[in-house]
């Protein structure tokens, strides 16, 4: 009798910046992603098991591992996606951030809390909690392998719930290295599992029965993504992309608003959603703007090397879409003040700086996730603001004023604002991070974070009996209007 042994198809993680090949993975079939999420089903019931305190010690633990070992996990970074040591450790830190929060506030966010029962059901004692769901389906993006899905994972962990990982194919090892670091601090059961694989292996997690999927990635992915998970009714949360916009008003600070464009929009070689891609400058300081802009992008290169400040464009085929947004805004009358057409290579593309560009070309209308700025003049705010909301997108913002930052903030349609600074919400674990539009929907950190991956659960106790009850088919005329007087009483006056 001979065995027949089946061959398990493998794929190779390269260095974008050199083609090494750094890594070999499996391609996960449908049925690897059943029996991954039939061992996380069983896995989340001890997880949810341990309770808030249990979940918090063994999270400290894992923080621990990678703040220990954090040079490695950005090594692991560095040779995937190319981008500088530097730039991964800062995407690790701020991980390593959030598993603290998350961590320190799950029990105070999710735990049991008494709501009022109001008058017409005094004698009830009213309470809500939030339960974890079971297990999550986590899709992660290349851009940031760390930081990006780590506000899914472990906000969903923290809540209970068992997680299912499929990083994104050219990040691999990132997501090994992270299911293999949590197993080290929780090694009892299978509470943290990798996926690996292309889009039929996500296909696959959507259709498993896991009970939501989280999903980073873009907008065109995102809607494959919700039409598998309908199938069963599953929900998603969708962090899709962005074309972010940076507002400068005439009374703000040009030499930090300019390297906060320059940097929000060249750092990891553009390819950050929540980056700077549209400027609009108030006509009063646009030259002076323009002027330090172009200054500092022309001190951004791009490398391989220890002393380049951005890395290569990871996904190759993004090249050809940044050279298409730069060539149609050069043919259609904008400038490139730095860089241009010639700025991308084969793997590499140098900092670019764009005006005169018109608004509905796709440079200014479509993500284009590359180290490029276009810069607009504005005659005000109003115009700035105008602009800015006409996208399709709406993930982060910036604005830069003294006088009217917050005011501006709060009109620009996103789900996260920065007021003189760059992606600071990112930063802040308490804040709420998602978008509207085509940039999604759902919220991972803070509290909204936390409550993403549960389901509320409320709860109803008589504490005495009513003297008048409601529901029961011996309910009388005379209680009924009693009801109505009551009722009269407390809501019909007239203002």
Not at 82 to 94: Q, T
Not at 190 to 200: C, H
Not at 233 to 245: F, M, R, S
Request: hydrophobic share 45%.
């Amino acid at each position: 009798m001979t065995t027949v042994e089946h061959k398990v198809e493998t794929f190779d993680s390269l260095n974008p910046a050199t083609d090494e090949i750094v890594g070999t993975y499996p391609v996960h079939t449908a049925q690897d992603v059943a029996d991954a999420v039939a061992r996380a089903r069983n896995a989340s019931a001890w997880w949810q098991s341990l309770g808030f305190a249990g979940r918090t010690e063994r999270l400290q633990r894992w923080k621990g591992t990678m703040t220990r070992r954090a040079p490695q996990l950005a090594e692991v970074v560095h040779q995937e996606t190319g981008k500088p040591h530097a730039d991964a450790m800062l995407e690790i830190i701020l991980a390593i951030d959030h598993t603290a929060w998350v961590a320190k506030n799950a029990r105070k966010v999710l735990g049991p809390k008494r709501r009022s029962s109001g008058l017409l059901m005094a004698n009830q004692a009213a309470t809500v909690e939030y339960q974890p769901l079971g297990v999550v389906g986590v899709i992660g993006p290349w851009n940031y392998p760390v930081f990006t899905p780590m506000g899914s994972i472990v906000y969903a962990l923290a809540a209970g719930n068992a997680v299912v990982f499929k990083p994104s194919e050219y990040t691999p090892g990132v997501g090994k290295w992270l299911v293999d670091s949590f197993a080290e601090a929780v090694p009892e059961h299978p509470v943290f599992q990798l996926i690996t694989g292309f889009g039929a292996t996500g296909a696959a997690l959507c259709r498993s029965g896991v009970d939501k999927v989280a999903f980073t990635g873009s907008a065109a992915t995102g809607r494959k993504i919700m039409a598998a998970c309908a199938e069963n009714l599953t929900p998603v949360l969708i962090e899709a992309g962005g074309k972010d916009a940076l507002l400068v008003d005439e009374d703000a600070d040009v030499e930090a608003a300019a390297d906060a464009a320059v940097w929000g929009g060249m750092s990891n070689a553009g390819q950050t959603c929540v980056g700077v891609e549209r400027v609009y400058v108030h006509e009063k300081v646009y030259d002076a703007f323009v002027a330090a802009t172009v200054a500092k992008a022309k001190g951004v290169r791009a490398g391989g090397d220890a002393d380049a400040q951005i890395g290569p464009i990871t996904m190759p085929a993004q090249l050809d879409i940044i050279r298409k947004h730069i060539s149609d805004a050069i043919a259609r009358g904008g400038k490139a003040l730095v860089g241009g057409v010639d700025a991308v290579g084969d793997r590499f593309v140098q900092p670019t700086v764009l005006v005169d560009v018109p608004e509905d070309s796709v440079a200014v209308r479509e993500e284009t996730f590359g180290p490029t700025l276009t810069i607009a003049k504005v005659k005000d705010m109003e115009e700035a603001v105008a602009k800015a909301n006409d996208s399709r997108y709406g993930l982060g913002a910036t604005v830069f004023a003294k006088r009217r930052g917050m005011e501006l903030a709060r009109r620009l349609r996103s789900g996260m604002t920065a007021v003189n600074s760059v992606i600071s919400f990112a930063g802040i674990p308490s804040l709420p991070f998602g978008g509207v539009g085509d940039s999604g929907f759902g919220r991972i950190h803070g509290e909204d974070g936390l409550k993403e991956f549960t389901r509320a659960k409320a709860i109803a106790r008589q504490r005495f009996r009513a003297p008048i009850t409601l529901t029961t088919f011996t309910r009388t005329e005379k209680t009924d209007a009693t009801v109505a007087k009551l009722i009269t009483l407390l809501h019909g006056k007239r203002k």
